[in-house]
C-alpha cells in the first residue's frame, strides 16, 4: 500500500518558468517531509525538508509547501534551469511509524532550454 | 568528505544464487539503511543498521538480510535469488535515524 504517492510520473517545463512538483500521503501520522533529487546513475541527493509544525520551508530556488489538511505537499523550483531535470522524489516519516521513510514513485522533471 | 560509496555498481546473478553487496557510509556516520528501488514502486525501505545492530526493518522477507561492522561499513545479503528480485539496490547513512539520508549511487543487480 502506497503511503506517499506522486501522481504525475514525468513533468516539461520552459526553463525560467516555475515547476511545480506534487505529492499526497495517506498516514496523519507523518510529520517530517523531505524532497530528494536523482540524477541517472546517481544516487537520490537531499533538497530540502519540512516538519509539520510549518506550512512553508524556502531554500534559495526551491520552496517545499505543505498543506495538512489535504495530506498534500508540493515543491516549487523557480526559476526552473536546465540542470535541474532528475526525478524529484518526496518521502515522508513520523515518530507514530517509527520514523522509517516512505518514498513515492518520483517525478521526472524535464526543463527544456 | 567522501560520499557513500557502493560496490559493486553492476551485478548479474542467476535464480537461486546468492549475492553480497557492501556499503561504506559517510565518514562518522553511524545509521545505515538500505533500499529496494524497482520501476514503478520507489524506494522500499529494507533494513536500517546503527552501531553494528539492526534496528529498523522494512517488510521483506528473509532472503533478505545484512549486517554492519564496526566501522559502520554494512553488507546486505540476498540468499536464493528471484527474478523479481532485480533492482537497484541504494544505501544510505545518517547521523541517526529518522533524518535526512545521504544516498549511495547503488548497485544495479540484475537475476537471469
Known amino acids: 500500500d502506497q503511503q506517499v504517492k506522486q501522481n504525475s510520473p514525468s513533468l516539461s517545463v520552459q526553463e525560467g518558468r516555475i515547476s511545480i512538483l506534487n505529492c499526497d500521503y495517506t498516514n496523519s501520522m507523518f510529520d517530517y517531509f523531505l524532497w530528494y533529487k536523482k540524477y541517472p546513475a546517481e544516487g537520490p541527493t537531499f533538497l530540502i525538508s519540512i516538519s509539520s509544525i510549518k506550512d512553508k520551508n524556502e531554500d534559495g530556488r526551491f520552496t517545499v509547501f505543505l498543506n495538512k489538511s489535504a495530506k498534500h505537499l508540493s515543491l516549487h523550483i523557480v526559476p526552473s534551469q536546465p540542470g535541474d531535470s532528475a526525478v524529484y522524489f518526496c518521502a515522508a516519516s513520523g515518530s507514530g511509524t517509527g520514523n522509517q521513510f516512505y518514498f513515492g514513485t518520483g517525478t521526472s522533471l524535464t526543463v527544456i532550454p | 568528505k567522501a560520499g557513500v560509496t557502493q560496490t559493486p555498481r553492476y551485478l548479474i546473478k542467476t535464480r537461486g544464487q546468492q549475492v553480497t553487496l557492501s556499503c561504506s557510509p559517510i565518514s562518522g556516520h553511524r545509521s545505515v539503511s538500505w533500499y529496494q528501488q524497482t520501476p514503478g514502486q520507489g524506494l522500499q525501505f529494507l533494513f536500517e543498521y546503527f552501531s553494528e545492530t539492526q534496528r529498523n526493518k522494512g517488510n521483506f522477507p528473509g532472503r533478505f538480510s545484512g549486517r554492519q561492522f564496526s566501522n559502520s561499513r554494512s553488507e546486505m545479503n540476498v540468499s536464493t535469488l528471484e527474478l523479481g528480485d532485480s533492482a537497484l539496490y541504494l544505501c544510505?547513512?545518517?547521523?541517526?535515524?529518522?533524518?535526512?539520508?545521504?544516498f549511495g549511487p547503488g548497485t544495479r543487480l540484475t537475476v537471469t
Open positions: 544510505a547513512s545518517s547521523l541517526r535515524w529518522g533524518i535526512e539520508q545521504y
